[in-house]
């Protein structure tokens, strides 16, 4: 049995250009994730799964072992789930807990890493997922239904009291933690039952623009300081 950590960094990222070396704090994303990973001191090995070479020469800079991507991982279209089972086929890891850490949460610590992880293994099933409390209610959101708007729960619920309504949380990307053998017999990371392990806002930044990128190296010089 194997406690890993995987790490999903493509080269071709699109919203932000080679978006996963990229600097925080002077520190590229996939480095910082691969450093978080080890100091968190749970895992038996820290994986690093990327089309990219630069990206690879990063991994193995910071002693992660790197998984080479086929390209037809590494699209668009292509899912986590599917390039995170390649790797741990490549490596043939099929017993123990993985933890899937992607590079675009770079607020995300080492301390966050262990708690999630303890919490998770107090029970083994299931899964557990990062979250951040939601401010604005998804019961109090409408979607569109061809040419009608609906609502998410139900048309009281839109007016009603905020205090009144179930807290509701959005996985926030940075942490999925599951069992290897039902993460590969199930296929995707969201597995009965769900645990949660919420963290703040700061912590819960996630890069896809500049503007995030910038907000990120701003808290980061911010929590240094203080």
Same mark, same amino acid.
């Given at each position: 049995?194997?406690?890993?950590?995987?790490?999903?960094?493509?080269?071709?990222?699109?919203?932000?250009?080679?978006?996963?070396?990229?600097?925080?704090?002077?520190?590229?994303?996939?480095?910082?994730?691969?450093?978080?990973?080890?100091?968190?001191?749970?895992?038996?090995?820290?994986?690093?799964?990327?089309?990219?070479?630069?990206?690879?020469?990063?991994?193995?800079?910071?002693?992660?072992?790197?998984?080479?991507?086929?390209?037809?991982?590494?699209?668009?279209?292509?899912?986590?789930?599917?390039?995170?089972?390649?790797?741990?086929?490549?490596?043939?890891?099929?017993?123990?807990?993985?933890?899937?850490?992607?590079?675009?949460?770079?607020?995300?610590?080492?301390?966050?890493?262990?708690?999630?992880?303890?919490?998770?293994?107090?029970?083994?099933?299931?899964?557990?997922?990062?979250?951040?409390?939601?401010?604005?209610?998804?019961?109090?959101? !409408? @979607?569109?239904?061809?040419?009608? #708007? %609906?609502?998410?729960? +139900? *048309?009281?619920?839109?007016?009603?009291?905020?205090?009144?309504?179930?807290?509701?949380?959005?996985?926030?990307?940075?942490?999925?933690?599951?069992?290897?053998?039902? !993460? @590969?017999?199930?296929?995707?990371? #969201? %597995?009965?039952?769900? +645990? *949660?392990?919420?963290?703040?806002?700061?912590?819960?930044?996630?890069?896809?623009?500049?503007?995030?990128?910038?907000?990120?190296?701003?808290?980061?010089?911010?929590?240094?300081?203080?």
């Amino acid at each position: 049995m194997s406690n890993v950590a995987v790490i999903l960094a493509r080269a071709n990222s699109k919203g932000l250009k080679n978006k996963n070396l990229r600097k925080v704090g002077g520190v590229s994303l996939v480095a910082r994730a691969i450093t978080q990973a080890i100091n968190s001191g749970v895992f038996d090995e820290v994986i690093l799964s990327t089309d990219g070479d630069e990206i690879a020469k990063e991994g193995l800079k910071y002693k992660a072992r790197v998984i080479k991507r086929p390209d037809e991982l590494a699209n668009d279209t292509a899912s986590s789930i599917s390039a995170m089972l390649h790797a741990l086929n490549e490596l043939k890891i099929t017993q123990g807990i993985s933890v899937l850490l992607q590079p675009t949460s770079p607020l995300r610590t080492a301390n966050h890493i262990k708690q999630a992880f303890e919490k998770f293994s107090k029970t083994g099933a299931g899964s557990l997922v990062s979250v951040l409390e939601c401010k604005s209610h998804p019961f109090k959101m !409408l @979607i569109e239904n061809g040419d009608k #708007f %609906i609502p998410v729960n +139900n *048309l009281q619920n839109l007016e009603a009291p905020r205090q009144t309504l179930p807290k509701a949380y959005l996985p926030n990307g940075a942490i999925y933690i599951n069992n290897i053998a039902e !993460l @590969i017999k199930f296929k995707r990371f #969201f %597995i009965e039952p769900l +645990n *949660l392990y919420e963290m703040d806002e700061i912590s819960s930044v996630d890069i896809d623009s500049l503007q995030d990128l910038k907000r990120a190296n701003l808290l980061c010089k911010r929590l240094k300081d203080e």
